[in-house]
């Protein structure tokens, strides 16, 4: 999931994927992988930046951009190239070299993250560059889309393509997997946390550095902890903040981001229905069933929106859950409700929601070049998020077991929960007609020999678990030091004054808490009050 790093709204934009055929190829991998012939790579590991300033009406002036050349497929590099979007803010002092950040996702999209956010990370300016990168197939980066009309998940999930007609919905996620390949391009085959980590070393190497140092949240700690594994020897100080599982399926995610985001849910509506402008009223039970209400609502009859397209009780719940990340928003969540609910008003809610309504005429141009930014596909982010999960994860059960399946997997979502379980069990089911992804991630990424690096678990986090940063830390081994985040919300560095300074004296200094020690949480953050800003 995207880390929140914003107390503001914001619409995030970006893009998606398909399965892999690993290849363990190349500079800087494990020996197991090197005693195999190796593809030529060093073109790209000799490549040289150039720097200018960002385009763009958002952009700011200080901020850098750049690209880096990689191959499509590591396997075969002759095969074709794409290219990778870069941006940076120069070191305000003495420069150690430069520190990566990814923002999360999947399918979030660096470059207008740090544009909008990079206030809160410059403090590390201090030292380094601060750098950031669109993935590949995500932002500027050969973005993926699944194409024009409507939106894919909701495709699968009208009234007659649902669980009680398995055939009928199996055929619509097949014709969505279809869609999604059409329009992605090249790129499709090729995406994936394996192949972007293989990027990221290119990238290291382009930015003149022998180590690399790196900021990742939520599916960014996914991204960084497969780079250990593929490169341990080029290992810097790397920070993993929101840490996300290594080792469960996705259905076994779905059930978890289910459970954590009605857990949240209800701690917002307890603090709702201690305000008189709550749109759900007083009666804390009843405000509950109003929400599944107002849901199921949107679903019978989606509600028209000002882009032309109509906004559905799961485009709702999604909206929600985006806002669920930080309790500071709660108050700007409460008051899109109430716009919502007296008015019919549907921007103040979309303003949380992850992706856009209206697509493109045209598919994304496909020859490996940059897109500019006004011409990313505006379902960019959900269709990252789906295909490069499916690429991550190696389980595609068969038709037959899928229509078994689906009662019980409905059940266990809609048990976990009743506003989150329907939307949850949607993304899995559209891992359905995708061929097989990697399963690298869940059987070689572990017992990592590397530097030391730090994992922040956050306890009230309803998207990535802390129990997750524990497993993980297992997982990795000796190299893996835990920060407990007392707080609540998801990831730590912004929430958590305590984090953000344990976190900039590691990258900057090298200086490592003890393995097992915590943060406080922050009681001026805890205290939301319906007077605060959003």
């Not at 590949?136 to 998940?153: M, Q």
């Given at each position: 999931m995207l880390a929140k790093l914003s107390t503001r709204p914001a619409v995030r934009r970006c893009a998606g994927a398909s399965a892999l055929a690993l290849a363990l190829l190349g500079a800087g991998l494990p020996a197991a992988a090197a005693d195999q012939p190796q593809p030529d790579l060093s073109r790209f590991y000799r490549q040289k930046l150039t720097w200018a300033v960002c385009r763009g009406r958002d952009m700011p002036k200080d901020l850098q951009c750049a690209k880096v050349t990689v191959p499509l497929d590591y396997a075969r590099p002759r095969a074709g190239t794409l290219d990778v979007a870069l941006a940076r803010y120069r070191a305000s002092g003495a420069s150690q070299g430069s520190v990566l950040l990814n923002f999360g996702g999947p399918?979030?999209?660096?470059?207008?993250a740090l544009a909008a956010e990079g206030k809160q990370f410059m403090d590390l300016t201090k030292g380094y560059d601060l750098v950031t990168f669109d993935p590949?197939?995500?932002?500027?980066?050969?973005?993926?889309?699944?194409?024009?009309?409507?939106?894919?998940?909701s495709a699968v999930t009208e009234k007659d393509a649902d669980i009680r007609h398995p055939r009928t919905l199996l055929e619509r996620l097949r014709q969505a997997a279809d869609q999604c390949a059409r329009f992605s391009g090249p790129v499709l085959p090729h995406i994936g946390t394996v192949n972007a980590s293989r990027d990221l070393d290119v990238i290291r190497q382009a930015l003149g550095d022998d180590h690399l140092n790196y900021l990742g949240f939520s599916y960014g700690s996914r991204l960084g902890a497969v780079y250990a594994a593929q490169f341990p020897g080029k290992v810097g100080r790397i920070v993993l903040?929101?840490?996300?599982?290594?080792?469960?399926?996705?259905?076994?995610?779905?059930?978890?981001?289910?459970?954590?985001?009605?857990?949240?849910?209800?701690?917002?509506?307890?603090?709702?229905?201690?305000?008189l402008g709550c749109p759900f009223g007083q009666d804390r039970r009843a405000a509950g069933a109003k929400v599944i209400r107002l849901v199921r609502s949107l679903d019978e009859n989606p509600v028209p929106t000002d882009f032309g397209g109509s906004f559905s009780g799961q485009d709702l719940v999604g909206a929600i859950g985006q806002a669920l990340y930080s309790r500071e928003l709660w108050p700007s969540l409460e008051r899109a409700l109430a716009s919502l609910i007296e008015d019919g008003d549907t921007r103040r809610v979309m303003a949380f929601a992850t992706g856009g309504i209206g697509l493109p005429r045209e598919r994304p141009r496909t020859d490996g070049g940059?897109?500019?930014?006004?011409?990313?596909?505006?379902?960019?982010?959900?269709?990252?998020?789906?295909?490069?999960?499916?690429?991550?994860?190696?389980?595609?059960?068969?038709?037959?077991?899928?229509?078994?399946?689906?009662?019980?997997?409905?059940?266990?979502?809609?048990?976990?929960?009743?506003v989150f379980g329907r939307y949850r069990l949607t993304q899995l089911l559209l891992c359905y007609g995708r061929p097989k992804g990697t399963d690298f991630i869940r059987d070689r990424v572990k017992n990592v020999r590397s530097a030391k690096m730090l994992l922040v678990g956050t306890r009230g986090d309803p998207a990535t678990p802390y129990r997750w940063t524990v497993e993980t830390a297992h997982r990795l081994g000796p190299s893996a030091v835990v920060l407990d985040n007392k707080g609540e919300g998801h990831t730590g560095y912004s929430s958590s004054m305590c984090v953000h300074r344990k976190v900039n004296d590691f990258l900057l200094y090298g200086s490592l808490p003890a393995s097992g020690s915590s943060c406080p949480a922050d009681a001026t953050r805890q205290n939301v009050t319906s007077d605060s800003t959003g």
């Open positions: 399918g979030g999209a660096g470059i207008p590949r197939g995500v932002g500027r980066s050969s973005p993926v889309s699944c194409g024009e009309g409507s939106d894919v998940a903040d929101g840490v996300d599982t290594l080792t469960e399926s996705l259905a076994e995610q779905g059930v978890a981001g289910a459970e954590g985001q009605q857990t949240a849910l209800d701690d917002f509506l307890d603090w709702c229905a201690t305000d940059l897109v500019d930014a006004q011409d990313v596909p505006a379902d960019n982010l959900p269709a990252a998020l789906m295909a490069i999960n499916c690429a991550d994860d190696p389980d595609r059960p068969t038709a037959a077991r899928l229509t078994k399946d689906l009662k019980d997997l409905r059940a266990a979502y809609d048990q976990a929960s009743p």
